[in-house]
């Protein structure tokens, strides 16, 4: 038994020692993500130095490619176009102009200028995302679990092993053999294997998981995941395929339809600069092959001053003609009409994309290209995940409400979330204040956090905080996101799910990791969590049980009758048979909650006190009957307690293990059932041919037996009167209830006819 328990231990550290490296790798994998190099002005010379040599003050060149390599104030060159999606969530590059920030580790797309650096390592934009980190911090709910459950026995054994030893030297019992018989009646009742068995309970259930595409890297994350009752979702990677896509084109133009639209968009594009907006333009082209019959004689990519993108193009036939494509006012602008009905509808038509969260491009031709032609807008936004909708849906089928949060703007969150039926009251990020960390506990605030469908123009401190005021006021949150800027939230949140894509520095940061595309695994995750939790709590259960049935039965007999009603060894091997059955309860086949579930410690100590107590009175009635109806000399009496309690214990595990009757679906798995068969036959073995103890008949062995099979009715029907009583559903407190929501109308209808 104490090389079973030092396996046990040794195991225990070594899965906690694992779980500590792991947390540790977030903020590396963070400095991991800086620039190594900077090109600086010293000397009056432009060097190229490592990124980490940069100081406050340094004067640096950006230009196409460069990652940011610290946070630098533009004050020279026309304009940077950078993508900072993995900082701040948004969908598509930002133009930065001179006297605006340019945030370090976001990548410069287009443009060339200098800037001068304003903060560096720790101090930037991205070292605060670092720093947000570090600091995030979340006891674990199992821990708190473990720590009560093993005081609770720890406490109780303490006592009743003080009773013992009071008693027998009241008794001049031998000191010796009374020493002897309180140690290992504390070894085998303290729980010191719990830990590694819920452990290995996870560990089996992190394995399952990993079939669904979804790797545990935080063991006590999978009971966590089971209680979520709020998932805070990043939008653009998670919910949204952050990937712009072509809406449905409006024609102004009654000699074009949608397709000509996009074919004179398409040659106003250029496939090999990789732009966004020209690869979803060129994608939508129904017929792609139509371009080789066009030559691009000259084009004029986009810049931040002109707003637009010219070409001069010739067609099969040897006739050039221009496109341009852009900002709708500036391609409106070119085309001189001097029809304001034209302005006027496209205005509106623009407007009315930008209230749904979509971009709008103006496309125009010129067969001079002096005299222009308004061709029509495109709408471009960042698709809805295929399986988001779904996700969603059946995330809230286990209630679980999913929040959007994102850097992006009130209206493309606002209409993200109206199609994929989240709701639509999205909370900017300004209204919750400059420091929401001062203002958690406010009620009003806290009124919004918890009533917002989600939240736009956050930034990292923002996501942080918006998961910490919802763990204040008791609500259990995952968070799902792949940029930097999601690792504080990540690390702050009950769990921390980093999506398939997802940075270094999120991935270190989440408890888990999902390798497959979509958010439907993390249901699948859910209802996993919830099995295991199940079987966590059976074993919670059972464990409490039998150290009270077992510890006050001990108690209860020396008092009564002044004998050891087992001796040291029944003791040893009870424990032995007991943790055999239990480890396999890993492969349990469970109930599934349609609720999140979380350890509600009063529940879980009432059932057990409750059927400790049915155990102690069984126990105890079997001792009398053999005593006084058998007339057993005390070496048999020891004998037929240890099996009883053998085969009542593993009995008791059946009706531990559900809330409902214990020969009600669904049904313990075949490992279970065969091993608990196993440890019985070998329990009947043991007494019957007396193997370490006095030998009893055979008849007796089936009358124990029988007797363990009447009594386990009865612990199941009590256990479900407990269940009943607690969650208020028997038939008394059903009515009562009844009562109390009947509209008070009635009753003032009632007084009026009195």
Partial sequence: DLTIILIMLFFNAGIEFY?????????????????????????????EVEARELVPGDVIRLRLGDVVPADVKLFEGDYLSIDQAALTGESLPVTKKVGAIAYSSSIVKQGEMVG??????????????????????????????????????????????????????????????????????????????????????????????????????????????????ILCSDKTGTLTENKLTLGDPVTFDAGVNAQEVILMASLASKAEDRDAIDMAILQALETPEVLEDFKQEKFVPFDPVNKRTLATVIDAQGKKFHVAKGAPQVILSMSQTGDDSLKTKVEETVNEFASRGYRTLGVARSDDGDHWTFLGLLPMFDPPRKDAAEMIARAGEHGVKVKMVTGDNVAIAREIAGNLGMGKNILPADELGDNLDVHIKDSEI?????????????????????????????????MT????????????????????????????????????????????????????????????????????????????????????????????????????PIMTIAKDNTWLDKNPVR???????????????VGII?????????????????????????????????????????????FSKPYPSKVLLLTILGTQIVAALIAGLGIFVHPIPWAYIGYIWAYCLVWIFIEDGIKIIVYHHMERENPRHKKFLRLVRRPLTMYHRASRLQ
């Fill in 481 to 580: 996101g792949d940029g930097v800027n999601d690792a504080p939230a990540l690390k702050q949140a009950d769990v921390g799910i980093a999506v398939s894509g997802a940075t270094d520095a999120a991935r270190a940061a989440a408890d888990l990791v999902l390798t497959s595309p979509g958010l439907g695994v993390i249901v699948r995750a859910v209802e996993e969590a919830r099995r295991i939790f199940e079987r966590m709590n059976s074993y919670a259960i059972y464990r409490i049980t039998e150290t009270i049935r077992i510890m006050f039965f001990m108690v209860l007999a020396m008092m009564v009758y002044n004998f050891y009603p087992m001796t040291a060894v029944m003791i040893i091997l009870l424990a032995l048979l007991n943790d055999l």
């Fill in 19 to 47: 779980q500590e490296f792991q947390a540790g790798n977030a903020i590396e994998q963070l400095k991991k993500g800086l620039a190594l190099k900077a090109k600086v002005l010293r000397d009056g010379e432009w060097k």
């Fill in 116 to 229: 001068l650096v304003t903060g560096t390592g720790m101090n930037t934009y991205f070292g605060k995302t670092a720093q947000l980190v570090s600091t995030a911090k979340n006891v674990s709910h199992f821990q708190k679990a473990v720590l009560e459950i093993g005081d609770f026995l720890i406490y109780v054994c303490i006592a009743l092993v003080g009773v013992i030893i009071i008693m027998g030297l009241h008794r001049r019992l031998p000191l010796l053999d009374l020493a002897q018989f309180a140690l290992i009646l504390t070894v085998a009742s303290i729980p010191v294997a719990m830990p590694a068995v819920l452990s290995v309970t996870m560990a089996v259930g992190a394995v399952a998981l990993s079939k669904f595409k979804t790797i545990v890297s935080r063991l006590e994350a999978i009971e966590e995941i089971a209680g979520i009752d």
């Fill in 599 to 613: 350890w509600n410690m009063k529940r879980v100590l009432t059932i057990a006190s409750v059927l400790g107590g």
């Fill in 618 to 662: 069984e126990t105890f009635g079997l001792l009398v009957i053999a005593k006084t109806w058998f007339n057993m000399g005390v070496s048999e009496l020891q004998t037929v307690i240890f099996l009883k309690l053998a085969v009542a214990g593993h009995m008791t595990l059946f009706v531990a293990r559900s809330k409902h009757s214990f």
């Fill in 446 to 478: 806290a009124k919004r956090i918890e009533k917002a469908d989600g939240y736009a123009q956050v930034f990292p401190e923002h996501k942080y905080l918006i998961v910490k005021a919802l763990q204040a006021h008791d609500h259990f949150v995952g």
